[in-house]
């Protein structure tokens, strides 16, 4: 894998961990090849490798064996350096190292626990329905339209679904589910939105079951998986072309489903679809954000009704003609070009008769032909229009012929 170019990293960290003390070393290396063991990403073999270098570097002789004052003084220290995030980072990773060394955690370490400061970010800032559908519109191609709408209906980190490859991907009656390869193991995640259409139709590109999902579409970066960076300069650009002011970047859209999760599903399959460990304090920030229940609480106060039933998402279209699953706002099936409004489906309704009609008395189809389309069964006929079209559009001058006649039968 080498979607931020994290083989080459994790290459540098082992070549910075060959001056420090070989005792540490060792026992970083023999933790982490025991927590990849339980399937964790590469950029989270990074992650465990940086932190615990910088823990060294700042903890020295006690690295091994180290004592309340010593940790207490890191913590203090790193409290002055990072934010509340990076700070908790480090905790997590103090703790399941020296966990894994000591069997169990000592007292002191056990209950020590970084403060954090209150979550200052808003509804506001998360991305809206309308903001998608901007995106959406202003994309180029299939490939860029399933990039823009899993992250949003997935909540998946960016790193996961560019992980991904087209055997990870399974269709359902409900929609699809991706088996996601990710910092605290596989799971499944389900999604039900408009990304099932677009992922639908990208499929229809790729070949060949072990390859990753998400590739280069031209030049040297051909089949080759997808760089982050590269999936950074999508989002600005699209973002642009769509004239979205705010700032929008990949893991905006996982924390935005993260926020709508959190105000209609348990905290156990919340976890499990966002990838949390049990317990995470990600799931109180999340609850928190949403204003779960407080906001029904006061409305039904005042005799409002309020639809806590209500779903989430617009779930895709469903062609009635050939099944295919289209987005939530398709204006016709991308696979059999069915109208799902009443005036385009009667505009489309005669516009197909006007064809046959054409066919029918062309002067540019044998009289044989037309009398086996006269008395053909009707989906042996729509078939055999098809293949005369075809035909017909292969020579410019019976396609001029037939323009013509169809012109005259319209008037």
């Given amino acids: 894998m080498a979607i931020y170019g994290v083989e080459r990293d994790i290459k540098s960290e082992h070549t910075r961990l060959g001056k420090i003390n070989a005792e540490a070393r060792n026992a970083i290396l023999d933790f982490v090849d025991e927590v990849k063991i339980t399937g964790i990403t590469g950029f989270?073999?990074?992650?465990?490798?940086?932190?615990?270098?910088?823990?060294?570097?700042?903890?020295?002789?006690?690295?091994?064996?180290?004592?309340?004052?010593?940790?207490?003084?890191?913590?203090?220290?790193?409290?002055?350096?990072?934010?509340?995030?990076?700070?908790?980072?480090?905790?997590?990773?103090m703790k399941r190292f020296y966990r894994w060394k000591f069997g169990t955690l000592p007292d002191y370490m056990a209950n020590l626990k970084v403060s954090r400061k209150p979550s200052h970010d808003k509804k506001m800032d998360l991305i809206t329905r309308a903001d998608i559908?901007?995106?959406?519109?202003?994309?180029?191609?299939?490939?860029?339209?399933?990039?823009?709408?899993?992250?949003?209906?997935?909540?998946?980190?960016?790193?996961?679904i560019l992980d991904l490859r087209i055997k990870d991907v399974v269709y359902d009656e409900y929609g699809a589910l991706l088996h996601v390869h990710g910092k605290t193991g596989n799971r499944s995640v389900r999604i039900i939105g408009d990304s099932i259409a677009y992922l639908r139709d990208y499929l229809k590109t790729k070949d060949g079951r072990d390859?990753?999902?998400?590739?280069?579409?031209?030049?040297?970066?051909?089949?080759?998986?997808?760089?982050?960076?590269?999936?950074?300069?999508?989002?600005?650009?699209?973002?642009?072309?769509?004239?979205?002011?705010?700032?929008?970047?990949?893991?905006?859209?996982?924390?935005?489903?993260?926020?709508?999760?959190?105000?209609?599903?348990?905290?156990?399959?919340?976890?499990?679809?966002?990838?949390?460990?049990?317990?995470?304090?990600?799931?109180?920030?999340?609850?928190?954000?949403?204003?779960?229940?407080?906001?029904?609480?006061?409305?039904?106060?005042?005799?409002?009704?309020?639809?806590?039933?209500?779903?989430?998402e617009e779930k895709p279209k469903k062609c009635p003609r050939c099944d295919h699953l289209n987005a939530s706002t398709a204006l016709y099936c991308t696979n059999c070009f069915m109208p799902f409004n009443e005036k385009l489906a009667l505009e489309y309704k005669d516009k197909e008769n006007n064809i046959v009609s054409t066919l029918k008395s062309s002067s540019v189809i044998p009289g044989m032909t037309k009398s086996i389309l006269e008395k053909a069964p009707e989906g042996f006929k729509n078939k055999m229009i098809e293949e005369i079209l075809e035909e017909i559009l292969k020579d410019p001058e019976l396609l001029k012929r037939f323009k013509e006649e169809s012109r005259n039968g319209e008037k």
């Fill in 44 to 93: 989270r073999e990074l992650f465990y490798l940086t932190k615990l270098r910088i823990i060294y570097n700042n903890l020295q002789d006690k690295f091994l064996n180290p004592d309340k004052r010593a940790i207490i003084t890191m913590l203090l220290d790193f409290k002055k350096k990072y934010t509340d995030q990076t700070l908790i980072d480090y905790e997590n990773v």
């Fill in 133 to 160: 559908d901007e995106m959406i519109n202003n994309c180029n191609n299939a490939r860029d339209k399933a990039i823009i709408s899993i992250p949003y209906d997935s909540g998946c980190r960016i790193g996961e």
């Fill in 211 to 312: 390859e990753y999902l998400f590739t280069g579409l031209q030049g040297t970066t051909m089949h080759k998986q997808l760089q982050y960076t590269a999936i950074r300069r999508l989002f600005i650009n699209v973002r642009r072309r769509a004239g979205i002011e705010k700032r929008i970047y990949p893991h905006l859209f996982r924390h935005t489903r993260a926020s709508m999760l959190a105000s209609k599903v348990p905290e156990a399959p919340r976890e499990n679809q966002m990838g949390w460990v049990h317990g995470s304090q990600m799931t109180a920030i999340y609850v928190h954000l949403s204003g779960r229940g407080q906001d029904n609480a006061i409305l039904k106060a005042y005799g409002i009704h309020v639809d806590e039933d209500r779903i989430i």
